[in-house]
């Protein structure tokens, strides 16, 4: 038996799990495990930025940051940890500047900042009875606040967190893959790994488990997400009958490269780019009139959409324009400071994306605009977490001793039912490093606790199960049918009708899947087999999210119910938990959004009230 003890054992290699990485192996030993090699993990494909009020080119403050990640989380954020995500960005950003983090910089040598979707700043000029149209109808304006590398930031990220683990000596186990989590009486004593290279089962006996394993956008056609983004450690916890959380909510990005859904990032739009329908017509100035192309993901994929559907596609088809031409943004006026630019300053912001779009598209965006569509982004839901990152065992509140989760794979719930661009990076690594504190604290209280005999046994059966199979049906066709009804049925818009059938399909996929077989026997780099492995994650997930999404009756953030097209205040103003009864199926129950109260006039008042969400 392959044996390895540390006090923590990180799963995933992305922005949540090195920051986690970084600040529990300051007091206990720390392993790092990770089935890609750490620098090829998801963050490191963030393109736009990383949210944080530090005002570097115009007013702004961290409760103007929580106030827009509440609204544009359609109010089901809690707050507390909204509040805590924003004050401590602004530090977080300055520790990463000081590991070497080479941010871009304004002219006199500060960190620079651009706008994103939805972060806004009050309009000191607005007038409630102005003129519908003019600036100072405007309650707020768009604000320059997310740091950036360029359109790479997220490489910059990771590849700055990886040297710091390297230099802080976090032990590191690449391309090994969990397959299991190690659960006794309801405590998480480790994990279950196979090392890809040789096939090998380890185990791996810790005090503190992170899961920090990413997203899980595979789960539909047109994605933005890599191939490995399976959401392994949010399958896992479920068929041990851990609850997720608000899973319901999957965030469609407006501008993905059409058909391939490759991401073209919001700062395409942040720096000045436009969207026009197949008549050439500016279509978000009727959807969200004060922010119009800045309006948040949701508002703008949903838009997308009604245009498309009212036969304004590009050539009646199911795509639209997005425009960076620097003749296009001057007409428009939408550069970040109002100031005319040329076609080398859009080059010098979105060097990336402008190659993306030649290579995949073979379109020059320079010179003519790209065809984009809504692709699958970002999991709001998952491990439902408190805010030292200690997973939770019920919508009570009760923890998982052992057991922690960040970033993407959990949900604490900062995002509420839709995350604002740029406020992934800054969750990563403002709850990575919280959750790594809490980790090397409970690891620091606690003695190893004992194993059971065989930790590894049910991993050994299940892929002797799979390895033992003829391999008759493919599972690429289980899997193509899995993202087309998760695309069609489950998507930017949803109905009863739509979603009993994804419920059905899913239900009738899963069966089929316990016969899948894979042609490659062997032991060595058998992705066929790791990819069964995946698909299986893939498949309980979507149960999951169409279990959420059934039981939703109305319309918040990124879950929009045709059939239920208002959010009902008074029904689900709550976050839903789904987990697995003793027989398997799908069970919800729900817990209440943190409110912050505040005493106002001698009154005790919510201190951020619902309000219709328009942009
Ligand atoms: C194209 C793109 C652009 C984006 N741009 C932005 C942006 O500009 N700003 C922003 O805020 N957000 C952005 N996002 C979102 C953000 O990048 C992600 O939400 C975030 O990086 C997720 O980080 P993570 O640490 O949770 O997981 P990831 O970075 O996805 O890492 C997951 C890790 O888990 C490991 N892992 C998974 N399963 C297993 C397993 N079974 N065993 C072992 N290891 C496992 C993987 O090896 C990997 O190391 C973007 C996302 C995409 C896809």
């Given at each position: 038996?392959?044996?390895?003890?540390?006090?923590?054992?990180?799963?995933?290699?992305?922005?949540?799990?090195?920051?986690?990485?970084?600040?529990?192996?300051?007091?206990?030993?720390?392993?790092?495990?990770?089935?890609?090699?750490?620098?090829?993990?998801?963050?490191?494909?963030?393109?736009?930025?990383?949210?944080?009020?530090?005002?570097?080119?115009?007013?702004?403050?961290?409760?103007n940051h929580a106030y827009d990640t509440i609204k544009?989380?359609?109010?089901?954020v809690d707050q507390t940890a909204a509040e805590i995500?924003?004050?401590?960005?602004?530090?977080?950003?300055?520790?990463?500047?000081?590991?070497?983090?080479?941010?871009?910089?304004?002219?006199?040598?500060?960190?620079?900042?651009?706008?994103?979707?939805?972060?806004?700043?009050?309009?000191?000029?607005?007038?409630?009875?102005?003129?519908?149209?003019?600036?100072?109808?405007?309650?707020?304006?768009?604000?320059?606040?997310?740091?950036?590398?360029?359109?790479?930031?997220?490489?910059?990220?990771?590849?700055?967190?990886?040297?710091?683990?390297?230099?802080?000596?976090?032990?590191?186990?690449?391309?090994?893959?969990?397959?299991?989590?190690?659960?006794?009486?309801?405590?998480?004593?480790?994990?279950?790994?196979?090392?890809?290279?040789?096939?090998?089962?380890?185990?791996?006996?810790?005090?503190?488990?992170?899961?920090?394993?990413?997203?899980?956008?595979?789960?539909?056609?047109?994605?933005?997400?890599?191939?490995?983004?399976?959401?392994?450690?949010?399958?896992?916890?479920?068929?041990?009958?851990?609850?997720?959380?608000?899973?319901?909510?999957?965030?469609?990005?407006?501008?993905?490269?059409?058909?391939?859904?490759?991401?073209?990032?919001?700062?395409?739009?942040?720096?000045?780019?436009?969207?026009?329908?197949?008549?050439?017509?500016?279509?978000?100035?009727?959807?969200?009139?004060?922010?119009?192309?800045?309006?948040?993901?949701?508002?703008?994929?949903?838009?997308?959409?009604?245009?498309?559907?009212?036969?304004?596609?590009?050539?009646?088809?199911?795509?639209?324009?997005?425009?960076?031409?620097?003749?296009?943004?001057?007409?428009?006026?939408?550069?970040?400071?109002?100031?005319?630019?040329?076609?080398?300053?859009?080059?010098?912001?979105?060097?990336?994306?402008?190659?993306?779009?030649?290579?995949?598209?073979?379109?020059?965006?320079?010179?003519?605009?790209?065809?984009?569509?809504?692709?699958?982004?970002?999991?709001?839901?998952?491990?439902?977490?408190?805010?030292?990152?200690?997973?939770?065992?019920?919508?009570?509140?009760?923890?998982?001793?052992?057991?922690?989760?960040?970033?993407?794979?959990?949900?604490?719930?900062?995002?509420?039912?839709?995350?604002?661009?740029?406020?992934?990076?800054?969750?990563?690594?403002?709850?990575?490093?919280?959750?790594?504190?809490?980790?090397?604290?409970?690891?620091?209280?606690?003695?190893?606790?004992?194993?059971?005999?065989?930790?590894?046994?049910?991993?050994?059966?299940?892929?002797?199960?799979?390895?033992?199979?003829?391999?008759?049906?493919?599972?690429?066709?289980?899997?193509?049918?899995?993202?087309?009804?998760?695309?069609?049925?489950?998507?930017?818009?949803?109905?009863?009708?739509?979603?009993?059938?994804?419920?059905?399909?899913?239900?009738?996929?899963?069966?089929?899947?316990?016969?899948?077989?894979?042609?490659?026997?062997?032991?060595?780099?058998?992705?066929?087999?790791?990819?069964?492995?995946?698909?299986?994650?893939?498949?309980?997930l979507s149960e999951a999210t169409v279990a959420s999404?059934?039981?939703?009756?109305?319309?918040?953030?990124?879950?929009?119910?045709?059939?239920?097209?208002?959010?009902?205040?008074?029904?689900?103003?709550?976050?839903?938990?789904?987990?697995?009864?003793?027989?398997?199926?799908?069970?919800?129950?729900?817990?209440?959004?943190?409110?912050?109260?505040?005493?106002?006039?001698?009154?005790?008042?919510?201190?951020?009230?619902?309000?219709?969400?328009?942009?």
């Amino acid at each position: 038996m392959n044996y390895h003890r540390f006090d923590c054992i990180i799963v995933g290699a992305g922005g949540a799990g090195m920051m986690a990485a970084l600040e529990s192996s300051k007091t206990v030993g720390t392993a790092v495990v990770s089935k890609l090699y750490p620098t090829r993990s998801h963050t490191g494909a963030a393109q736009g930025g990383i949210a944080a009020a530090l005002a570097n080119l115009e007013n702004d403050s961290w409760e103007n940051h929580a106030y827009d990640t509440i609204k544009g989380g359609d109010f089901l954020v809690d707050q507390t940890a909204a509040e805590i995500l924003c004050k401590e960005a602004v530090e977080c950003i300055y520790e990463m500047e000081h590991m070497g983090l080479p941010f871009d910089r304004t002219a006199d040598g500060r960190i620079s900042q651009r706008r994103f979707g939805g972060h806004t700043k009050p309009n000191p000029k607005y007038d409630p009875n102005a003129a519908p149209g003019t600036e100072a109808a405007k309650p707020r304006l768009p604000v320059m606040r997310a740091c950036h590398a360029a359109d790479r930031t997220g490489h910059m990220i990771l590849q700055t967190l990886y040297q710091q683990c390297i230099k802080q000596g976090v032990t590191f186990f690449d391309e090994f893959h969990m397959l299991d989590l190690i659960m006794v009486e309801g405590e998480c004593r480790g994990i279950v790994a196979i090392e890809i290279a040789t096939g090998e089962l380890h185990t791996f006996h810790a005090k503190s488990v992170l899961l920090a394993t990413g997203g899980f956008g595979r789960m539909f056609k047109v994605s933005s997400n890599a191939y490995a983004l399976t959401g392994d450690g949010p399958a896992i916890a479920y068929r041990h009958g851990l609850p997720l959380e608000d899973m319901e909510f999957y965030q469609f990005h407006p501008t993905g490269i059409y058909r391939l859904g490759i991401l073209l990032s919001e700062a395409c739009r942040g720096d000045g780019g436009v969207m026009f329908n197949g008549k050439g017509e500016r279509f978000m100035e009727k959807y969200a009139p004060n922010l119009k192309d800045l309006a948040s993901r949701d508002v703008c994929s949903r838009s997308i959409y009604q245009e498309v559907r009212a036969g304004r596609g590009v050539d009646g088809k199911d795509y639209v324009y997005l425009d960076i031409r620097a003749e296009t943004i001057n007409k428009y006026k939408t550069s970040p400071t109002g100031a005319e630019v040329d076609s080398k300053w859009v080059e010098s912001r979105l060097p990336d994306i402008i190659d993306f779009a030649r290579t995949y598209l073979g379109v020059d965006p320079i010179k003519e605009p790209m065809p984009i569509q809504p692709t699958a982004h970002y999991a709001m839901g998952g491990v439902p977490t408190d805010i030292r990152g200690r997973a939770l065992r019920n919508a009570q509140g009760d923890i998982v001793p052992g057991l922690f989760s960040a970033g993407e794979s959990a949900c604490v719930s900062v995002h509420g039912a839709n995350r604002l661009g740029t406020n992934s990076l800054v969750d990563l690594v403002v709850y990575g490093r919280r959750a790594g504190r809490e980790m090397a604290k409970y690891a620091l209280e606690r003695e190893f606790q004992h194993l059971p005999s065989e930790p590894e046994k049910a991993t050994k059966d299940m892929i002797s199960a799979i390895l033992s199979r003829p391999r008759t049906e493919p599972w690429v066709k289980i899997r193509d049918e899995m993202q087309q009804v998760m695309m069609d049925d489950c998507g930017v818009y949803r109905t009863e009708a739509g979603l009993t059938n994804a419920r059905d399909t899913i239900a009738r996929l899963k069966e089929r899947y316990k016969n899948v077989g894979v042609q490659d026997k062997g032991s060595v780099f058998n992705t066929g087999l790791l990819e069964v492995i995946e698909l299986g994650c893939l498949l309980d997930l979507s149960e999951a999210t169409v279990a959420s999404a059934l039981a939703r009756k109305e319309s918040r953030g990124g879950h929009s119910r045709e059939d239920f097209p208002d959010r009902n205040d008074n029904e689900f103003f709550k976050h839903s938990f789904v987990s697995l009864n003793p027989d398997g199926v799908p069970v919800l129950s729900y817990k209440d959004v943190d409110v912050i109260m505040i005493e106002k006039d001698g009154q005790m008042t919510t201190k951020y009230p619902l309000e219709v969400r328009k942009y």
